[in-house]
């Protein structure tokens, strides 16, 4: 009997989010410390199998009401049934040939849900990796991010951009364009210029969050994209500002200058915080940071930070700041599983 298992990590946005659904660019990187994890295994009918995150009994109305609010009514399985769909169409568009074998399929993530890790997004990577290998299917690793989109936006209605697939289906940090000169239309799908970076190049870095502060990427996705195409100048000029801001980061960062590494992730959170209405408790994370001596930024869209943090006083002070808010504080192991 075949057994598949895929993982696809945790997904930290370093410079320019979210200007990567906006014709920005970006530079994002992977983290092993969490991630999602698909097991696809052959069996006499296809089945997709409930994980222990989506819970159907509950010791009272209050915990399915907290369940709800956190997860949503249908948890990762809507996203693996999607994933499955998409995968599907594609191939047999494409003249795919696709053996009649079936199988079940489950996932399993230890990503913290709605903090801004894009624990969504590799949900779904992680499915299509383990549906290439079942089926042997070629598709080129620039495409598979836009294939995962198109799970989201076209199946689910999902506003989203490219950046957190782009990372996770490279798995190295990676320095994304998106402006419409650069985009390119690979197997009916755009796709951005990617160029992956030495993870050894990107200065000490720390990453935190809190699973009190929850929050869906909808509920900030969702207003911007209205603006942007209702033609809100803020929102116009931010993300041309972003852009422009991830185009001197990748030079800084190539050039070792860390001090100015570290400048550039609390202006790219200064001009979110122009653009956007921000949790405040969101804000408080940030401004902890900055008070122990870190920069500070979001990771995406939740209650995730990230910054620079280059000595163990800082980081000291910095996991004391942030731990009066709730939040764990880490060193994060960049790239892929040994």
Same mark, same amino acid.
């Given at each position: 009997?075949?057994?598949?298992?895929?993982?696809?990590?945790?997904?930290?946005?370093?410079?320019?989010?979210?200007? *990567?659904?906006?014709?920005?660019? /970006?530079?994002?990187?992977?983290?092993?410390?969490?991630?999602?994890?698909?097991?696809?295994?052959?069996?006499?009918?296809?089945?997709?199998?409930?994980?222990?995150?989506?819970?159907?009994?509950?010791?009272?109305?209050? %915990?399915?009401?907290?369940?709800?609010?956190?997860?949503?009514?249908?948890?990762?399985?809507?996203?693996?049934?999607?994933?499955?769909?998409?995968? &599907?169409?594609?191939?047999?568009?494409?003249?795919?040939?696709?053996?009649?074998?079936?199988?079940? &399929?489950?996932?399993?993530? =230890?990503?913290?849900?709605?903090?801004?890790?894009?624990?969504?997004?590799?949900?779904?990577?992680? =499915?299509?990796?383990?549906?290439?290998?079942?089926?042997?299917? @070629?598709?080129?690793?620039?495409?598979?991010?836009?294939?995962?989109?198109? &799970?989201?936006?076209?199946?689910?209605?999902?506003?989203?951009?490219?950046?957190?697939?782009?990372?996770?289906?490279? %798995?190295?940090?990676?320095?994304?364009?998106?402006?419409?000169? @650069?985009?390119?239309?690979?197997?009916?799908?755009?796709?951005? =210029?990617?160029?992956?970076?030495?993870?050894?190049?990107?200065?000490?870095?720390?990453?935190?969050?809190?699973?009190?502060?929850?929050?869906? =990427?909808?509920?900030?996705?969702?207003?911007? +994209?209205?603006?942007?195409?209702?033609?809100?100048?803020?929102?116009?000029?931010?993300?041309?500002?972003?852009?422009?801001?991830? %185009?001197?980061?990748?030079?800084?960062?190539?050039?070792?200058? /860390?001090?100015?590494?570290?400048?550039?992730?609390?202006?790219?959170? *200064?001009? @979110? @915080?122009?653009?956007?209405?921000?949790?405040?408790?969101?804000?408080?994370? &940030?401004?902890?940071? +900055? *008070?122990?001596?870190?920069?500070?930024?979001?990771?995406?869209?939740?209650?995730?930070?990230?910054?620079?943090?280059?000595?163990?006083?800082?980081?000291?002070?910095?996991?004391?700041?942030?731990?009066?808010?709730?939040?764990?504080?880490?060193?994060?192991?960049?790239?892929?599983?040994?």
């Amino acid at each position: 009997m075949q057994l598949i298992q895929k993982r696809a990590n945790a997904r930290v946005g370093l410079f320019g989010n979210p200007s *990567d659904g906006y014709g920005g660019k /970006t530079i994002a990187t992977t983290i092993r410390e969490y991630y999602a994890e698909v097991t696809l295994y052959e069996w006499e009918r296809i089945e997709v199998v409930f994980s222990r995150q989506d819970q159907r009994s509950f010791d009272s109305i209050d %915990d399915l009401v907290a369940d709800v609010r956190m997860h949503g009514y249908y948890g990762g399985v809507r996203l693996v049934k999607a994933t499955i769909k998409k995968f &599907v169409e594609y191939c047999r568009r494409w003249g795919f040939s696709l053996h009649d074998r079936t199988f079940a &399929v489950r996932y399993d993530s =230890t990503i913290p849900r709605q903090v801004g890790l894009a624990g969504s997004s590799a949900i779904i990577i992680a =499915t299509l990796r383990c549906l290439i290998e079942f089926y042997e299917v @070629r598709i080129p690793r620039e495409v598979l991010p836009s294939l995962a989109l198109s &799970v989201e936006v076209e199946e689910l209605g999902i506003s989203a951009g490219l950046q957190d697939r782009v990372a996770q289906a490279y %798995d190295v940090p990676v320095f994304m364009d998106f402006a419409p000169e @650069r985009m390119e239309t690979i197997m009916d799908l755009k796709c951005g =210029t990617y160029r992956p970076i030495a993870a050894p190049l990107l200065p000490p870095l720390y990453v935190a969050f809190s699973d009190m502060e929850g929050e869906p =990427t909808e509920v900030v996705h969702d207003s911007l +994209r209205a603006r942007f195409e209702g033609g809100d100048d803020s929102v116009i000029e931010g993300m041309r500002r972003l852009a422009n801001l991830t %185009d001197r980061a990748i030079g800084a960062i190539e050039a070792g200058e /860390t001090r100015l590494v570290s400048a550039l992730m609390n202006e790219n959170f *200064d001009i @979110r @915080r122009s653009m956007c209405r921000l949790a405040p408790g969101h804000v408080r994370m &940030v401004e902890a940071a +900055r *008070d122990a001596g870190a920069s500070a930024k979001f990771a995406g869209s939740g209650g995730a930070i990230v910054g620079v943090c280059d000595d163990e006083a800082t980081f000291d002070k910095l996991k004391a700041n942030l731990g009066q808010l709730g939040c764990r504080v880490f060193r994060p192991t960049l790239g892929p599983a040994e």
